[in-house]
């Protein structure tokens, strides 16, 4: 008998016979298709996996959460859904896969059947050195006048647009604590209250007077040394899935939300009590309900920077021309005439809009402005509430700082 030959038969078989486990094909399927159409409401999937070997699930989202991200051979897998509030429909893809075989699982949910309307914190900084000057430490009731005159402004669906917001008195500060003034916090300024503001917003020390910006819109009060300037504001981030002309992609901020600058809107206290002397409405109202507009994505309705507010329902014109005009004028003219505009495509007009300067009516947002400050509501950082964008697909890394920008 050969023995060398069959000790060779005996190790192969036996070889064979160890590695066959390993060569068995590994089975994962899933229900045909799996794909799921669902409505804007919360609810269950349930979904049958039928495996012979372990196998993993990635892809899991804020709004579509499985109850498991592994497992072995047969099992169910349930899917969260989340309601939808968001004027958008939003998409989830869920992969499950073991060592052969990749298998998807696509989720699409209809947008919300009603508008959500958000409720934005807001707080003003009060800067005061001299607490008995009532323009410096303005008082609870002013601030309230002026926060419900905006409010007014922003929920005016007779000749504007309601924009679907309301921006509403901070109750606790960022340690929970009850606010004794909701919406307020008075700080016993250090140094001159007379303060320019572009230094100010420019100032990282300043940082440490903002409350997140997640969570607050802040605004700060106090005097102004630059001639003629009411407000300034920080404009928003936009994200690079779902951008916005005209604004700088923020994704980094929803994963690192440390700011190297103050993001906020400043109002000059020196106009705390003076009224439009045509419009009869308080120019901090005014002001306010502009820079806010700004804060929310909003550019100036006239050339400048850019020279485009990206909203085709807003006549474009030159502010410089209508200036030059203003000028040139050698005796008095109706403030209905100093309303009227000529567009850059020569049509002439009466200006009504929020986002343009004096003089106009200035009392009216139009619908391609509410678009653009929804979309920020519903997917920009540093803006409190609820956001369409899952969060953790955001990457801070080897991301740059974006660029911060003021506007007047």
Not at 100 to 116: C, W
Request: with cysteine; glycine share 6%; aromatic share 10%.
């Amino acid at each position: 008998m050969n023995y060398k030959l069959l000790l060779y038969v005996c190790l192969v078989l036996c070889f064979g016979a160890c590695e066959r486990p390993d060569n068995t094909l590994k089975i994962l399927e899933l229900p045909s298709g799996s794909i799921y159409d669902v409505d804007n409401q919360e609810s269950l999937l349930k979904i049958v996996i039928n495996s012979n070997d372990d196998w993993q699930l990635t892809g899991a989202s804020n709004w579509c959460v499985p109850d498991k991200t592994s497992g072995y051979g047969n099992d169910t897998l349930v899917l969260s859904i989340k309601a939808n509030i968001f004027s958008q429909e939003r998409k989830a893809t869920l992969v499950v896969k073991n060592r052969d075989v990749r298998r998807a699982i696509r989720v699409t949910q209809k947008a919300a059947a009603n508008e959500y309307i958000y409720g934005l914190p807001i707080i003003f900084h009060v800067l005061y050195n001299d607490p008995s000057d009532p323009q410096q430490n303005v008082a609870t009731t002013k601030i309230y006048e002026i926060l419900d005159q905006i409010n007014a402004f922003y929920q005016n669906e007779d000749k504007s647009q309601n924009m679907g917001l309301e921006f509403i008195p901070a109750t606790h500060d960022p340690n929970g604590n009850l606010l004794a003034e909701s919406g307020i916090n008075r700080i016993s300024w250090p140094g001159s209250i007379e303060i320019d503001c572009n230094a100010f917003m420019k100032d990282p020390n300043n940082i440490q007077y903002l409350w997140d910006p997640n969570q607050y819109i802040n605004v700060m009060i106090y005097a102004f040394t630059n001639e003629n300037v009411l407000g300034i504001s920080y404009l928003p981030y936009t994200i690079g899935t779902n951008g916005l002309p005209g604004l700088k992609n923020g994704d980094r901020y929803f994963i690192d939300p440390t700011l190297n600058y103050p993001h906020c809107v400043c109002i000059n206290n020196k106009y705390l009590f003076s009224v439009h002397s045509i419009l009869q409405v308080p120019d901090a109202v005014l002001t306010l309900t502009h820079e806010l507009g700004h804060y929310l994505g909003l550019f100036h309705v006239f050339i400048g920077d850019p020279v485009d507010d990206y909203c085709d329902d807003t006549p474009n014109y030159d502010r410089k021309v209508y200036e030059d005009w203003l000028d040139a004028l050698t005796q008095p003219v109706s403030f209905k005439e100093l309303a009227m505009r000529t567009s850059t495509t020569g049509i002439t007009f009466t200006s009504d809009n929020i986002m343009d300067y004096d003089y106009g009516y200035l009392d009216r947002f139009t619908l391609d402005q509410r678009k653009r400050v929804r979309h920020v509501l519903e997917n920009s950082p540093l803006i409190p509430g609820p956001k369409a964008v899952d969060r953790r697909t955001r990457s801070a890394f080897n991301m740059e700082i974006p660029e911060a920008r003021t506007i007047e």
